[in-house]
């Protein structure tokens, strides 16, 4: 019930033996830059305890998987009936690619069939994050803050 595909990812919630892996992609300079979950190992292995491999409808972290290897993540959180905030970071040699697309154009699929009331996503992306800007062009988005961006699914 908690995975879903795409042409070529596959996403499925962390486990403990994703710990390491998941530490790895946060310490990226690039990611840590626009999603700064902790500064190093302990603080990031600890938000990975308390909080990553807890499963939950309406809160889940995938691990996005490329050729059975894990490239990034991409998450959502239900904050309204009809809003869910969803997150997402792909490791730097698997950047402009399409995957941070194919895996957004995923969730927001496999959010759909969970709650069919949610119509609208929101993604908080630094002004300077240009990659993550183009990415959600694609779906038409309403600026709704300096950093907050809606679009209606």
Request: charged fraction near 25%.
């Amino acid at each position: 019930m908690y995975s879903f595909e795409t042409k070529r990812l596959q996403m499925r919630p962390f486990k403990e033996d994703d710990k390491k892996r998941y530490i790895e992609i946060c310490l990226d300079n690039q990611i840590k830059k626009y999603f700064n979950i902790g500064e190093n190992c302990s603080e990031i292995a600890n938000f990975f305890e308390s909080s990553i491999i807890y499963v939950n409808d309406s809160d889940i972290v995938f691990a996005i998987h490329y050729n059975n290897n894990i490239i990034g993540f991409i998450d959502y959180c239900l904050i309204q009936p009809d809003s869910i905030m969803i997150a997402y970071a792909i490791e730097k040699q698997y950047r402009k690619e399409g995957f941070a697309t194919e895996a957004l154009t995923g969730i927001l699929k496999y959010i759909k069939n969970i709650f069919p009331r949610v119509d609208t996503a929101v993604l908080c992306i630094h002004a300077n994050n240009t990659a993550s800007l183009k990415t959600i062009e694609k779906f038409n988005p309403t600026k709704c803050n300096s950093f907050t961006y809606c679009f209606k699914f």
